[in-house]
């Protein structure tokens, strides 16, 4: 199964990264869901999300 979201540091800042369109699509485009300056915070966001998805 593809990874739908992924955890990235750009630039000091945290990015929680959603992928964008077809499940296994190797050319899939990644859209930030926002920056955080906290690496704590960023990766609660990143587990919930996991966490929801694996409830579906």
């Known amino acids: 199964m593809a990874e739908r979201f992924k955890l990235a540091n750009q630039?000091?800042?945290w990015h929680v990264m959603a992928r964008?369109?077809?499940?296994a699509a190797t050319e899939a485009l990644w859209l930030s869901l926002g920056g955080?300056?906290?690496?704590?915070v960023a990766t609660r966001v990143y587990l919930a999300l996991k966490a929801?998805?694996?409830?579906?």
Do not use: F, S, V
């Open 20 to 23: 964008k369109g077809a499940g």
């Open 11 to 13: 630039g000091g800042t």
């Open 52 to 56: 929801r998805e694996a409830l579906k």
């Open 36 to 40: 955080c300056p906290d690496q704590i």
